[in-house]
């Protein structure tokens, strides 16, 4: 089942805009992390903000985290062409062991050039 | 240090088939996990695996099934192939599971025909 709730669905924006995600979550998480995926390829790992952090910065990304709220935000900032790709937050519940991620529905951003 | 590598890329099978999806996860992991995506349902959990052991299973029928060996390679199988089996299967892995990233190979496409 799809724990997360991203929004918006699709996303268009020209080159050097900002691009921002938003996800919802319904249980207590150990940590929640972004993906990218390129055109039904493999996904590529982000970021990863653990439950007791607020905000992580890796380059161009900016990811928040609001537990009380169970929300989530990715920020991309001065897009690109090539950031075009359907993102995903995925969360690892804190009630379950080991590993298994829960995935939003994704949105789907598109950069023009 | 070399990714997550699946295969095979690419797989047609017919109804009532079945498969075996190998996974090779990053050198030192021991985690490795997997999932389903759909169009219609999107990234579903399949299962995960641990020290040769089913550590999390997600909420699919008995014809979907794993394994772990001694050097963490993983398969899967499904058995009596259905038309909604068709998807990307992906694997990722991870150093424990819990609370670390999650590493994707590029994913093994089935259609079944």
């Known amino acids: 089942s799809q724990q997360g709730e991203e929004d918006p669905q699709a996303l268009s924006i020209q080159e050097g805009e900002n691009a921002t995600m938003n996800c919802s979550y319904k249980?207590?998480?150990?940590?929640l992390q972004w993906y990218r995926q390129n055109s039904g390829r493999g996904l590529v790992h982000l970021i990863l903000?653990?439950?007791?952090?607020r905000e992580k910065h890796s380059g161009r990304l900016r990811v928040t985290l609001d537990t009380s709220k169970k929300s989530s935000s990715l920020l991309i900032t001065a897009s690109r062409a090539a950031d075009t790709a359907s993102y995903f937050c995925?969360?690892?519940?804190?009630?379950?062991?080991?590993?298994?991620?829960?995935f939003g529905e994704g949105t789907q951003l598109t950069v023009n050039p | 240090k070399a990714g997550v590598t699946q295969t095979p890329r690419y797989l047609i099978k017919t109804r009532g088939q079945q498969v075996t999806l190998s996974c090779s996860p990053i050198?030192?992991?021991?985690?490795v996990s997997w999932y389903q995506q759909t169009p219609g349902q999107g990234l579903q959990f399949l299962f995960e695996?641990?020290?040769?052991?089913?550590?999390n299973k997600g909420n699919f029928p008995g014809r979907f099934s794993g394994r772990q060996f001694s050097n963490s390679r993983s398969e899967m199988n499904v058995s009596t192939l259905e038309l909604g089996d068709s998807a990307l299967y992906l694997c990722?892995?991870?150093?424990?599971?819990?609370?670390?990233?999650?590493?994707f190979g590029p994913g093994t496409r089935l259609t079944v025909l």
């Open positions: 990722a892995s991870s150093w424990s599971g819990g609370e670390g990233e999650q590493f």
């Open positions: 249980t207590s998480i150990n940590n």
């Open positions: 903000i653990r439950s007791n952090e």
């Open positions: 995925a969360t690892d519940e804190r009630e379950t062991s080991g590993s298994r991620l829960t």
């Open positions: 050198s030192g992991h021991r985690s």
């Open positions: 695996y641990f020290s040769e052991t089913q550590r």
